[in-house]
């Protein structure tokens, strides 16, 4: 297949777009890299059947040739990196979405957004099914990231339903792994750099709000199963194994083995108190779910990050 990724030189772009070309297909990896990195595409970028465009999908995209499948990955995704691009994050979602939606319709390529938990907002409902509607501050900071996402949603389906386009929405839940970056403000590559440098961890809130956090092999292996159905309706990709983050500071300071102690800072205004992902659909439609246990990949990452106690 020949395959534009956009978003491609990000954190989960890139463990895709290396996937796709281990699966032989050709890859156009399209990236403003305001987020992002070049080198996270290093192992690929000489590949003969993988291209690099720098470019905003926000603005018009032109694409030579035919195309099978366009993947929707642009966007900031951590909540410090896109309350530090509002604008460009809404345009994203929006134009960006719409953009990426024309281009897939006038070359009758298939499509896949890539949406996200985010879209439960502060979930009144827990587990989170797919069939829950969510609760969301449609005003509030974290808005930017999750209005988008859900605009996102209602025009792909849109797309699906005037022009059957052949789309699929994903969910993606608290992933991590290689390649997060070490300044993106997340809760992992926040708590294993301070781990390792021996600095206090910081802990927002009393801890007591949970996530479920996917390992990104897993989460991957979750996006090409949804490629190859053709359901159209939004699909959670998650691990259902929940955590406070009181317990996730101290799985990490135990598996550093690190001096840190806990700290505690104020909790970001609508931080989600919950958050796990119901996975039957997955589990139903795509014989899907995540293979790999929280310690493990924390170990993973924690090696990637040993390596790169300088970078930012
Ligand atoms: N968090 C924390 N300390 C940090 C970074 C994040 O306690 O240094 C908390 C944050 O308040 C949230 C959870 O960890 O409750 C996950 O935050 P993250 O930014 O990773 O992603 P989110 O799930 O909120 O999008």
């Given at each position: 297949?020949?395959?534009?990724v956009?978003?491609g030189?990000?954190?989960l772009g890139s463990h895709l777009c290396e996937r796709l070309v281990e699966e032989?297909d050709?890859i156009?990896c399209?990236?403003?890299?305001?987020?992002?990195?070049?080198?996270n595409v290093s192992s690929v970028k000489?590949e003969?059947?993988f291209?690099?465009?720098?470019?905003?999908?926000?603005?018009?995209?032109?694409?030579?040739?035919?195309?099978?499948?366009?993947?929707?990955?642009?966007?900031?995704?951590?909540?410090?990196?896109?309350?530090?691009?509002?604008?460009?994050?809404?345009?994203?979602?929006?134009?960006?979405?719409?953009?990426?939606?024309?281009?897939?319709?006038?070359?009758?390529?298939?499509?896949?957004?890539?949406?996200?938990?985010?879209?439960?907002?502060?979930?009144?409902?827990?587990?989170?099914?797919?069939?829950?509607?969510?609760?969301?501050?449609?005003?509030?900071?974290?808005?930017?990231?999750?209005?988008?996402?859900?605009?996102?949603?209602?025009?792909?389906?849109?797309?699906?339903?005037?022009?059957?386009?052949?789309?699929?929405?994903?969910?993606?839940?608290?992933?991590?792994?290689p390649r997060?970056?070490?300044?993106?403000?997340?809760?992992?590559?926040?708590?294993?750099?301070?781990?390792?440098?021996?600095?206090?961890?910081?802990?927002?809130?009393?801890?007591?709000?949970?996530?479920?956090?996917?390992?990104v092999d897993?989460?991957v292996?979750?996006?090409?199963?949804?490629?190859?159905?053709?359901?159209?309706?939004?699909?959670?990709?998650?691990?259902?194994?929940?955590?406070?983050?009181?317990?996730?500071?101290?799985?990490?300071?135990?598996?550093?083995?690190?001096?840190?102690?806990?700290?505690?800072?104020?909790?970001?205004?609508?931080?989600?108190?919950?958050?796990?992902?119901?996975?039957?659909?997955?589990?139903?439609?795509?014989?899907?779910?995540?293979?790999?246990?929280?310690?493990?990949?924390?170990?993973?990452?924690?090696?990637?990050?040993?390596?790169?106690?300088?970078?930012?």
């Amino acid at each position: 297949m020949r395959v534009l990724v956009t978003g491609g030189a990000g954190f989960l772009g890139s463990h895709l777009c290396e996937r796709l070309v281990e699966e032989g297909d050709e890859i156009i990896c399209m990236d403003n890299l305001i987020t992002s990195d070049l080198s996270n595409v290093s192992s690929v970028k000489d590949e003969g059947k993988f291209t690099f465009i720098k470019h905003d999908v926000s603005e018009k995209i032109k694409i030579e040739g035919d195309l099978d499948f366009v993947l929707h990955f642009a966007s900031p995704a951590s909540p410090v990196d896109y309350l530090n691009h509002p604008i460009k994050t809404l345009k994203v979602g929006s134009l960006g979405t719409h953009n990426t939606l024309g281009l897939a319709k006038a070359k009758d390529a298939k499509y896949l957004l890539a949406s996200t938990s985010e879209v439960y907002g502060d979930p009144l409902k827990h587990p989170q099914k797919e069939s829950y509607w969510g609760n969301v501050n449609p005003v509030g900071p974290r808005c930017v990231y999750d209005e988008s996402k859900r605009f996102a949603e209602a025009l792909t389906m849109a797309y699906h339903r005037k022009h059957g386009l052949d789309t699929r929405i994903v969910r993606i839940f608290n992933t991590y792994g290689p390649r997060m970056r070490k300044g993106d403000g997340r809760v992992i590559p926040n708590f294993i750099n301070q781990a390792l440098s021996n600095q206090q961890l910081t802990v927002y809130g009393d801890g007591s709000q949970t996530r479920s956090f996917n390992y990104v092999d897993d989460e991957v292996e979750g996006f090409l199963s949804l490629m190859k159905t053709d359901y159209p309706l939004p699909l959670n990709i998650g691990n259902p194994v929940e955590k406070t983050i009181l317990e996730l500071a101290e799985i990490i300071i135990e598996l550093t083995d690190s001096e840190s102690k806990i700290g505690y800072e104020k909790l970001p205004e609508d931080d989600p108190k919950t958050r796990c992902p119901d996975i039957s659909l997955a589990e139903e439609t795509l014989g899907w779910r995540p293979k790999t246990d929280l310690r493990e990949g924390l170990v993973k990452t924690i090696d990637y990050f040993k390596g790169r106690l300088d970078s930012k």
